[in-house]
Structure formats: structure tokens, C-alpha cells
């Protein structure tokens, strides 16, 4: 029994973020784990209420500008914080865990919270589909096209920046099957492609470039779908997508024999996520030893599943932007268009020390330092205390989603085993007989706080 907990346990980090024990006893017992996780139809969209949109900001004051930039910066805040809440309370994991896996491969900045809610919702909505679908989607999302340039590019003068970044980073890889004329082409291809003030795709023909192109060694009339229709013939296309669901579901170091055999699937099954995932998580390879506890958790990862394990209730919700941007990982903000790099860039020096304190600082109203001041709206020099309040954890912890696990238990499932991916070391392992604690919530709190809690 407690071996398949393990398993369960294992397959909940990685598709998600997290389960409790009550939750790892609903399902333990089920002869199918993974069919629930991957076979959403309709995915849940990322529902926040927003002003109608406002199109007349050439005609406003210099005032009634700055007020709009202000509101405009509150929105997004409240829709990064709104994510997380998502991501620890949605009724689909998998869903939550690729949203945000996608977030870091389609990455772009986003400062307009009309565009943030349209793009998140447009990698919900396709995020266990068709590969294809959401390529093309994101590429017509407001985001997408602001960030790199695409209403920039024109049949008089092509903007060679998405044309690139989706063959580099998006689909095929540096260097892999495509030329500079191939890029140069491409860009050709998806001229046209803008959208409307209110960010709703929109295709201009008259700036289109609808000569011929030659692409990949083909020659014809070829628009934007036609090219992501020649890249997905590739199989290297399946193989480069794969190499980076591998990393972040598996392993951060790739086994070849595994690789080739999930490309094939991928590649045989048009691409679709969720039979790829299916595959993934059915696979014996998935529950073996070297592959449980062999991924360092990422900034959100961390934050997301100790807000979901104790249900975490702040009443400044802002302290999750002030985590984000300490530890290195903020919604909608990525470093580049190539997201972030993940695994052991998450643990410099500085930042590994802030993740062990997290946890005490968490459940035991701690303060969290601050960075970047200037993004809180607060003038440090005129109210320091205002500063220190809004640092400070204060908020409901729920340790009954927790508590529960009694002396008879044990033998079947641990408070280690809940809480720790992969093995404990021998030195973590002796620190805990050695400073045995009777209080519960310090016992967690112990655990919680070993370099063994930052591994999934």
C-alpha cells in the first residue's frame, strides 16, 4: 500500500500540485489514475471580470491617461494573483499544471490584462488538444502578436521576429531543419496577421504578401496555416516538443529510448497533448526510482502547492507577487521570449535560502523581505509601515486539510511520505530522529523545510 501511495503521489506532483492524504485515499483505490487527468474535454477558462473596453485613450487628459495606466497595472496584478488561485483550487490539475507549462514555451510579456486573459484562456482551452490548434491560437492571440512584432510585419517590410521564434523555440528548435531563407519566407507568410483594438484576431489582406514563397524546399502561395502545417509534417517538430515535455514532466535529463518513444506517439497521433500525456503517465519508466523526486519545483510550483495544501487565505493577497519576484518566477513575465530556463537556475544561492524559510515563514505568519518596492504602489521613504504590513503573512492556514495521519497509520503512509517526493537523505533522515517534536504543525513545518521539499 504504501508503495502505490508513492506512485499516486508522484503522478499528482507532476500532473498537478499536489494532493493531501484525503485526497490520496478517494483515489488510491481506482484502477485508473490517469484516464480522470488527462481526458478533459472542456477545460475551465480563466474567468475575471473586466471593465468594457476602453478605446478613446488618444482623446484623454495626461491625468486621465495615468489614471488608466494605474488601473491598467492593478487589473493585472489581480488577474496574476487570480491564476494562482486557480492553479491550487481548480478541479483539473493537468489542465492547471500544462497552462502554465505552456506559459513558459508560447512565453511573452503581457502588461495588458485584456490581452493576459485572452491568452491564458486560449492555453487553457488547448492545452491537453491538438498541438496544431493552439500553435495557431496562440500565434492570432493579442499577446503574441504585440510581443513579437507580427502587426509589424508587412508585405513591404517583413518583421522577421515571431517567423523566428517559432521555428527556434516554438516548434522545431535552434537550428533544426529551416534556413534564414526559410525564416525570411516564413515572416512573408504571416504577413496580415493583426488584430483589433479590442484584441480579437484580425487578418489584414491588404498588407498579406500573397507572392509566392519557397519554404522547407516547397514553393507556392503560402499564408501563415499553411507554414505551421509544413512544420508539423516534420517529425523533428514531435521530437523537439517532446524533448521539453520530457524535461519538465519527467526528468530534467533525457533518456534517449524514452524520448524516441514518445515522439513516435506525439508524432503518430497528430499531435495530440493528451494521448502524449496519457502515455507519459501510464508509462512504468514514469514511477521509476531515478524519476521520483528528480525535479526541482519551480518558484510557482512551490508557492501553488504549499497555497493548496493549507489552503493558504492572505489578507493582502499581494504577498504572492512579492513571492513571485523574490523567487525568480512571475506570472506574465518571463525573462525572454524563451521563457524561463528552470531546474537548477531556480536554486542560486540567495534564492535557495528564501525557499527553505518559506514554509515557517508561511504557516507561521513570517515576514517575507521585499524587492522591486517600486512595484507596490508604496513610497518606502513616507510610510515604512505600510512597507513591513504588506510583507507580512498574516491569514487563515487550514491544518485539517493535513492533520489525520495518527501512530496506526504510519506503516501505510507517513507524514515524509505525503509531504517529500523521492527519498530522504541519511542526514535529513537523522536530523528528524534526532529533534523529534511532538507539535504537529512543528513537525511539518521541520519537514517542509529540508532541500528535500524542493524536489517533485
Known amino acids: 500500500m504504501r508503495k502505490d501511495y508513492r506512485k499516486l503521489l508522484h503522478l499528482y506532483s507532476r500532473a498537478g500540485f499536489g494532493m493531501n492524504k484525503k485526497?490520496?485515499?478517494?483515489?488510491?483505490?481506482?484502477?485508473?489514475?490517469?484516464?480522470?487527468?488527462?481526458?478533459?474535454?472542456?477545460?475551465?477558462?480563466?474567468?475575471?471580470?473586466?471593465?468594457?473596453?476602453?478605446?478613446?485613450?488618444?482623446?484623454?487628459?495626461?491625468?486621465?491617461?495615468?489614471?488608466m495606466r494605474k488601473e491598467m497595472r492593478k487589473l493585472s496584478r489581480d488577474i496574476n494573483i487570480h491564476w494562482i488561485d486557480q492553479m491550487s483550487t481548480g478541479n483539473d490539475p493537468l489542465i492547471e499544471k500544462m497552462?502554465?507549462?505552456?506559459?513558459?514555451?508560447?512565453?511573452c510579456?503581457?502588461?495588458?490584462?485584456?490581452?493576459?486573459?485572452?491568452?491564458?484562456?486560449?492555453?487553457?482551452?488547448?492545452?491537453?488538444?491538438?498541438?496544431?490548434?493552439?500553435?495557431?491560437?496562440?500565434?492570432?492571440?493579442?499577446?503574441?502578436?504585440?510581443?513579437?512584432?507580427?502587426?509589424?510585419?508587412?508585405?513591404?517590410?517583413?518583421?522577421e521576429d515571431f517567423?523566428?521564434?517559432?521555428?527556434?523555440?516554438?516548434?522545431?528548435?535552434?537550428?533544426?531543419?529551416?534556413?534564414?531563407?526559410?525564416?525570411?519566407?516564413?515572416?512573408?507568410?504571416?504577413?496580415?496577421w493583426s488584430n483589433k483594438k479590442d484584441g480579437t484576431y484580425r487578418f489584414n489582406e491588404r498588407q498579406h504578401d500573397k507572392g509566392e514563397k519557397t519554404i522547407f524546399g516547397k514553393t507556392g502561395n503560402f499564408d501563415g496555416d499553411d507554414v505551421i502545417e509544413?512544420?508539423?509534417?516534420?517529425?523533428?517538430?514531435?521530437?523537439?516538443?517532446?524533448?521539453?515535455?520530457?524535461?519538465?514532466?519527467?526528468?530534467?535529463?533525457?533518456?534517449?529510448?524514452?524520448?524516441e518513444e514518445i515522439t513516435s506517439v506525439f508524432y503518430n497521433n497528430n499531435y495530440d497533448i493528451s494521448i502524449l500525456m496519457h502515455h507519459i503517465f501510464t508509462?512504468?519508466?514514469?514511477?521509476?526510482?531515478?524519476?521520483?523526486?528528480?525535479?526541482?519545483?519551480?518558484?510557482?510550483?512551490?508557492?501553488?502547492?504549499?497555497?493548496?495544501?493549507?489552503?493558504?487565505?492572505?489578507?493582502?493577497?499581494?504577498?504572492?507577487?512579492?513571492?513571485?519576484?523574490?523567487?525568480?518566477?512571475?506570472?506574465?513575465?518571463?525573462?525572454n521570449v524563451a521563457g524561463w530556463p528552470g531546474?537548477?537556475?531556480?536554486?542560486?544561492?540567495?534564492?535557495?535560502?528564501?525557499?527553505?524559510?518559506?514554509?515557517?515563514?508561511?504557516?507561521?505568519?513570517g515576514i517575507i523581505p521585499i524587492a522591486f518596492k517600486e512595484d507596490y504602489d508604496v513610497n518606502p521613504n513616507e510610510n515604512k509601515r505600510k512597507m513591513k504590513k504588506l510583507g507580512k503573512f498574516?491569514?487563515?492556514?487550514?491544518?485539517?486539510?493535513?492533520?489525520?495521519?495518527?501512530?496506526?497509520?504510519?506503516k501505510k503512509c507517513t507524514l515524509a511520505d505525503i509531504m517529500i517526493r523521492g527519498e530522504l537523505s541519511d542526514d535529513a533522515q537523522n536530523y528528524l530522529d534526532q529533534h523529534q517534536l511532538s507539535s504537529f504543525k512543528d513537525r511539518m513545518i521541520q519537514l517542509l523545510s529540508l532541500p528535500e521539499y524542493q524536489l517533485c
Not at 521564434?165 to 504577413?191: M, P, S
Open 23 to 67: 485526497e490520496a485515499d478517494e483515489v488510491i483505490n481506482n484502477k485508473d489514475w490517469v484516464t480522470p487527468l488527462t481526458a478533459i474535454k472542456n477545460p475551465e477558462l480563466l474567468e475575471f471580470d473586466l471593465p468594457e473596453f476602453s478605446s478613446n485613450y488618444m482623446q484623454m487628459s495626461a491625468d486621465e491617461k495615468m489614471d
Open 99 to 107: 497552462t502554465l507549462f505552456w506559459h513558459g514555451h508560447f512565453a
Open 109 to 159: 510579456r503581457i502588461v495588458n490584462p485584456y490581452d493576459a486573459v485572452q491568452y491564458t484562456n486560449v492555453l487553457r482551452s488547448n492545452s491537453l488538444g491538438s498541438f496544431k490548434t493552439l500553435v495557431t491560437e496562440v500565434a492570432k492571440s493579442a499577446a503574441m502578436i504585440k510581443y513579437l512584432h507580427l502587426r509589424q510585419n508587412k508585405k513591404k517590410s517583413p518583421n
Open 163 to 192: 517567423a523566428r521564434e517559432l521555428c527556434e523555440l516554438f516548434t522545431l528548435g535552434r537550428d533544426q531543419e529551416y534556413t534564414e531563407n526559410d525564416v525570411k519566407e516564413i515572416a512573408r507568410a504571416f504577413t496580415g
Open 230 to 259: 509544413m512544420i508539423l509534417e516534420k517529425k523533428q517538430c514531435a521530437r523537439f516538443i517532446c524533448q521539453k515535455i520530457y524535461k519538465e514532466f519527467v526528468h530534467p535529463d533525457i533518456n534517449e529510448k524514452h524520448l
Open 283 to 335: 508509462s512504468k519508466w514514469f514511477y521509476s526510482n531515478d524519476v521520483i523526486g528528480a525535479k526541482i519545483k519551480s518558484p510557482i510550483e512551490l508557492i501553488v502547492g504549499l497555497k493548496r495544501t493549507f489552503d493558504l487565505q492572505p489578507k493582502s493577497e499581494r504577498v504572492w507577487l512579492i513571492l513571485q519576484r523574490n523567487l525568480g518566477q512571475e506570472l506574465y513575465f518571463p525573462p
Open 343 to 365: 531546474d537548477t537556475t531556480w536554486i542560486d544561492s540567495s534564492r535557495l535560502a528564501m525557499r527553505l524559510r518559506l514554509p515557517s515563514i508561511l504557516l507561521n505568519n
Open 394 to 410: 498574516q491569514g487563515d492556514i487550514k491544518w485539517s486539510k493535513v492533520e489525520g495521519l495518527h501512530q496506526e497509520e504510519e
